[in-house]
């Protein structure tokens, strides 16, 4: 995905630190806007993670460090989940403004939280999704119960979170005890999706049954099974960020990408490989996908190799190419299969090829035609199946030009 670094200011007049990531070379379908956990940032691995998922379905995130927290303005100690609401909030305010205005909210624990409430004063928003969320925005004063009384009698306190210091004052306590998010679910007046581990030991379950059961329809729940509270495993907060992109499609106003009256075919491509593995980022025409290379070779496994789908691009086109001539010569072709493999062969095993030295590739298409041909119809077809423009194109002469882009 493409990154910016960005800033925008709060109701405070305070610069907040955030990052917007967006499709690489695409032009977003819509815009989102992610609040982290208590504490956390913008950088915490699960919200890079659903931030690249939905990149991947075209719709880019703003993510932001809260006021007093990462790269951002402002004493945290004079925070509360008031100041939270207001700053995503402005966050939207600066995203309409510079942007797109948000038509998905996405919350993480506390954001979770957060979002429930802001989502009143978001008009753009189609979608409110909450990840792990209290149900009760005071549930994270357990995080330093310890602590409570020193900061109820000295006013505040020095407390210790994830290894880290942060001062808590009382206003911070007193503000958490006023909020009473029941009202905002039921007031919603966007789509609701509830994600939520049964074994969060952080945040219960029954804190996801509460909101849900809380909100009007439209309202979806999705199990993140064995997740933990944080996402911690990168395969949860993918799987997270996918099923966010696939669940919102329905609600969110998206342009048409293609006028139904002209065909394009531009061969457009952008892939995208960072230095972590291989696993890479595809848009081909528009549509996201992704490729890697197995364990074995030090990839991940979730995508096709790039001989994959060179074998895919060979198989949908001689399946294509034989739908097309059947259709014209009205030949009964109900489907035509294609299963083409890849091999590395000797060149002196190859009784037809020019090379006699070394190793060459070798492609072969086991082609399964279904319908009710004759025999004459279906060596036709084979004959066809050569005729694919692919298969001409691997077997032509290719010239391939590489240019450095200009920084």
Same mark, same amino acid.
């Given at each position: 995905?493409?990154?910016l ?18 499709p ?15 504490t956390?940032?913008?950088n ?9 998922a939905?990149?991947r ?11 007093g ?6 004493d945290?100690?004079?925070?509360n ?8 909030v402005a ?17 993480h624990?506390l954001g979770?939280? +957060?979002?429930?409430?802001a989502?009143? @004063?978001i =008009? /753009? %928003?189609?979608a409110?999704?909450t990840? !792990? $969320?209290?149900h009760?925005?005071g549930?994270v ?10 900061i109820e009698?000295n006013g ?14 009382k206003?911070f ?9 029941d009202t ?11 994600m ?25 729940f999705?199990?993140?099974?064995? +997740?933990?509270h944080?996402?911690?495993n @990168?395969? =949860? /907060? %993918?799987?997270?960020?996918m099923?966010i !992109? $696939?669940w ?28 972590q593995?291989?696993?890479?980022e595809?848009?081909a ?6 490729a ?8 991940t496994?979730r995508?096709?190799s790039p001989y994959e ?5 060979l ?5 294509m190419?034989?739908?097309m001539?059947?259709?014209?010569k009205?030949?009964?072709l109900?489907?035509?299969?294609v ?9 002196? =095993?190859?009784g037809?090829c ?10 072969e298409?086991?082609?399964e ?11 036709r ?7 694919c ?8 002469e290719v ?8 920084n």
């Open positions: 995905m493409k990154s670094n960005v800033s925008f200011l709060n109701s405070r007049n305070e610069k907040l630190s955030a990052r917007l990531d967006l690489e070379d695409e032009q977003p379908i819509a815009y989102a806007l992610f609040a982290h956990c208590f956390c940032t913008k915490i691995k699960a919200a890079i993670n659903i931030a690249a939905l990149n379905e075209k719709i880019a995130v703003l993510r932001f460090d809260f006021t927290l990462g790269q951002s303005e402002g945290f100690s004079d925070t989940f008031t100041t939270n609401v207001a700053d995503l966050a939207a305010k600066f995203l309409e403004r510079e942007y797109q205005a948000p038509q998905i909210i996405i919350g624990s979770g939280a +957060a979002i429930l409430q989502a009143a @004063e =008009d /753009s %928003l189609k409110t999704v990840i !792990a $969320a209290p009760d925005p549930h004063t357990h995080l330093f119960a310890t602590m409570r009384d020193q009698s505040a306190a020095e407390v210790n979170l994830a290894g880290r210091r942060f001062t808590i004052k206003q306590l007193e503000d958490l005890e006023m909020q009473q998010l905002h679910i039921k007031e919603l007046k966007t789509a609701l999706l509830v939520h581990s049964p074994r969060d030991t952080t945040v219960a379950i029954d804190n996801a049954a509460k909101i849900y059961q809380a909100a009007k329809h439209p309202k979806s999705i199990s993140l099974d064995d +997740a933990d944080l996402l911690l @990168e395969k =949860d /907060s %993918l799987y997270a960020g099923m !992109a $696939a919102s499609r329905r609600y969110i106003d998206s342009p048409e990408v293609r006028a139904s009256a002209k065909i394009v075919i531009d061969n457009r491509v952008t892939t995208s490989t960072d230095n593995g291989f696993f890479t595809l848009f025409n528009g549509h996201a996908m992704m890697d290379e197995p364990k074995e070779y030090g990839g496994d995508g096709p789908y060179l074998l895919a691009a198989g949908a086109c001689t399946s190419t034989l739908q001539y059947a259709r014209h009205k030949i009964p109900e489907r035509a299969v299963r083409p493999s890849h091999q590395k062969i000797h060149a002196k =095993d190859c037809h020019d090379a006699t030295d070394g190793k060459i590739d070798r492609m298409r086991e082609v035609l279904i319908g009710a041909l004759d025999d004459d119809q279906r060596q077809l084979l004959e066809i199946a050569e005729r423009p692919v298969h001409k194109t691997l077997h032509s010239d391939i030009i590489s240019k450095l882009k200009d």
